[in-house]
């Protein structure tokens, strides 16, 4: 049996460049950075960067471009690749890259928008225009956790 799975959990390096295979399919790349930090034998703070190359293809690719940006946290899920080429001089090129086959992205950190989980959605509206309506009203009945049928 063989397995092939990354799991990175980063943030973004720079922003993500989408582009068009001749096919027509979408093709989005960017990199992640993950941090770790341990201490040495002698109790020192270490600290070390690792970078990945990101590939994500299709319509993940257009969403991936639109709402991820440099420093903002995403979690990505895919396979290990490695392509090779040979260059303009000859010499035969390597690059090592995750093939995303999922994206989570993290938490919104600034910007008039956010992205609703739940609904899939992004909400636009004016910060103002959703606070207007006031405060969401929860019933006030106690759940008993034995009428949840689950």
């Known amino acids: 049996m063989y397995l092939n ?3 990175i959990i980063g943030n973004l390096t720079r922003d993500p460049e989408l582009k ?3 096919s027509g399919v979408n093709v989005t790349t960017f990199s992640l950075a993950t941090n770790r930090v341990w201490k040495d034998k002698n109790g020192a703070k270490q600290e070390s960067a690792d970078y990945h190359n990101i590939v994500v293809f299709g319509r993940q690719a257009e969403t991936a471009a639109q709402y991820l940006k440099k420093g903002a946290s995403a ?4 396979r290990m690749q490695t392509r090779s080429w040979e260059g303009p001089d000859g010499k035969k090129n390597y690059r090592t890259e995750v093939v995303a086959d999922r994206i989570q992205f993290g938490p919104r950190t600034s910007g008039g928008e956010s992205f609703n989980k739940e609904e899939g959605a992004k909400d636009t509206a004016p ?3 959703k606070d207007a309506g006031g405060a969401i009203e929860y019933p006030s009945e106690e ?3 034995d009428d949840i049928p689950f």
């Open 5 to 7: 799975k990354a799991i």
């Open 20 to 22: 068009a295979l001749p």
């Open 75 to 78: 979690l990505v899920e895919g």
């Open 127 to 129: 910060k103002e225009d």
């Open 143 to 145: 759940i008993n956790p």
